[in-house]
């Protein structure tokens, strides 16, 4: 028995074993027909990394790539029975690594990336490991679209559950808000489909309620978009002595322009452009003369403008105009993928009333300390407002539906004291809510942070449907 426990220590499963038999069982994995990379296989290593370098040191004993949502009900029902924990995984960008863990199981669901439209109906059905530049050339090949964001190899999953905020937003909503239907393994092994009609609660809490919580979702059902032939770009560029001015500007405008047009505000700490304002409009870019008025009168503003086919600009945002569609993924992650890991952290706030100048300023000389730190870092400001704030706080999980906007400070290769201090440094200017997807896992108050008022509801919703609290996080709701 001891050796038995031993042995299942020795795999990274805890001490919790209980016989030889189960043992063998457990070193075994889920008997499911994708493959099972176990710790000390060829590629167990790629396979078991996330996509932020931190967390290269967090090893599951297990990697387990199911081929659909049978194999899925395999793997959640011999995880439970054997008191193995599971972690799923769609893209592997949670900023938290919280689609890995020490010990234990990751379920990869990157074979379940199909991708089907129904014109008639006007939806996408999506598998839950696709990532989020396959969505955009799968759906741009019809004329259509689903607001997200602009990193290509983010995954479906973990994006949509959390909420999902991209340059489509303001016309469209988040992610979330175009989700019709799930289908969702449970902790009982059942697979469940939830919409309006089924499962009602569930389809709440799935709307921004945040990956990891209540089950593995296997796919989703999407409301599209028609999206016009090309839309237009923008960047709008400033000295950082203009920075407080232009960040004063873009705030009273960004949340309140017309919806086909979202931006996002950068204060980049190190690099090329220390100001600048990037963003996408539904309309022709000869609008944009008269729409960006409010920003481009800040002195100092450099402005360039286009029209791009749709799938085109969302390369671009991507960063990845250069590169073909296979090369536009993670390294290790597709075939012909050539994008880099990184190593990052982050903290986000949520604005509801435009920041006093002593704000501004204090954002301003924060990006301009980071630039003098070893690695590199940013704030960036999603603009909300529109289709977002269109939607009740109550409607859906995802409750920050009455602010301007979010900041995100990011930083890269360290500066982790810097992240602490500038966040602190804005307290006095910022709702003290956040945002789940940019997973901040130091966030003392993380449930009303991230959920407010509508905490309580998800933890009963949590209770009901995992009573045994079988998928867990260090931030998992409920916990
Ligand atoms: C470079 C980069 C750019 C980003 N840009 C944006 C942006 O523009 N807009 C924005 O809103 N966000 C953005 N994000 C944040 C992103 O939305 C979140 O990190 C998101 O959670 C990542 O999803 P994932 O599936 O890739 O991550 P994963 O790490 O695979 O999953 C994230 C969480 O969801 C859980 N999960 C994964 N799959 C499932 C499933 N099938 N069922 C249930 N739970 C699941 C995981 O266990 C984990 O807890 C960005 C992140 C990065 C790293």
Not at 200 to 209: I, S, V
Not at 279 to 303: E, H
Not at 436 to 457: E, I, M
Request: glycine letters at 14%; proline letters at 6%; one cysteine or more.
């Amino acid at each position: 028995m001891a050796g038995a426990a031993a042995a299942g220590a020795s795999l990274g499963f805890g001490a919790s074993a209980g016989g030889l038999a189960r043992v063998a069982a457990r070193t075994a994995g889920p008997p499911i027909r994708g493959p099972v990379i176990r710790r000390g296989a060829a590629g167990f290593s790629q396979a078991a990394h996330v996509y932020n370098m931190r967390f290269d040191n967090v090893l599951p004993t297990l990697v387990a790539r199911p081929l659909d949502s049978a194999d899925v009900r395999t793997a959640v029902k011999w995880g439970v029975a054997h008191g193995v924990p599971l972690r799923a995984r769609s893209g592997g960008h949670s900023y938290a690594g919280y689609s890995t863990l020490s010990g234990g199981m990751v379920l990869d669901l990157r074979n379940l990336h199909t991708i089907s439209i129904d014109p008639h109906a006007g939806t996408a059905t999506i598998g839950a490991g696709a990532q989020l530049i396959d969505v955009y050339a799968a759906l741009a090949a019809s004329g259509l679209t689903i607001p997200a964001g602009s990193c290509p190899s983010v995954g479906i999953a973990g994006h949509a559950l959390g909420g999902g905020m991209g340059l489509a937003g303001r016309r469209f909503g988040l992610t979330a808000d175009n989700l019709l239907s799930a289908q969702i393994v449970t902790a009982d092994g059942q697979l469940l489909t939830v919409s309006a009609h089924e499962h009602p609660d569930l389809y709440w809490a799935l709307r921004g309620g945040g990956g990891g919580n209540f089950g593995v979702v296997t796919r989703f059902t999407f409301r599209v978009h028609s999206v016009p032939r090309t839309v237009a770009w923008f960047v709008v560029r400033w000295p950082a002595s203009s920075g407080a001015d232009a960040l004063g500007a873009w705030q009273t405008w960004a949340p309140h322009a017309r919806n086909e047009l979202t931006s996002i505000f950068h204060l980049n700490g190190g690099g090329f452009d220390p100001v600048r304002v990037t963003g996408q409009y539904f309309g022709p870019a000869s609008d944009l003369g008269s729409l960006l008025a409010p920003i481009t009168s800040v002195p100092g503003a450099g402005v360039s403008t286009g029209n791009l086919g749709f799938l085109p600009a969302q390369l671009m945002w991507a960063g990845c105009s250069s590169l073909s569609l296979s090369a536009c993924h993670t390294a290790g992650t597709r075939p012909g993928g050539t994008l880099p890991r990184e190593s990052f952290q982050a903290k986000s706030d949520y604005v509801s009333k435009p920041l006093p100048s002593s704000a501004r300023n204090a954002l301003v000389d924060a990006a301009l300390a980071r630039a003098q730190l070893p690695g590199s870092g940013a704030i960036l400001f999603d603009s909300y407002g529109g289709a977002i704030n269109d939607v009740a706080p109550a409607a859906t999980a995802f409750v920050h539906r009455r602010v301007l906007f979010c900041i995100q400070y990011l930083t890269y290769d360290g500066g982790g004291s810097w992240l602490s201090a500038t966040h602190a440094r804005m307290r006095p200017y910022v709702t003290g809510g956040a945002y789940f997807n940019y997973t901040d896992p130091s966030l003392p108050n993380w449930q009303t942070a991230y959920y407010g008022s509508n905490y309580p509801r998800l933890e009963s919703i949590r209770r009901a449907v995992d009573p045994h609290h079988y998928f867990n996080f260090p931030q998992a709701i409920g916990r």
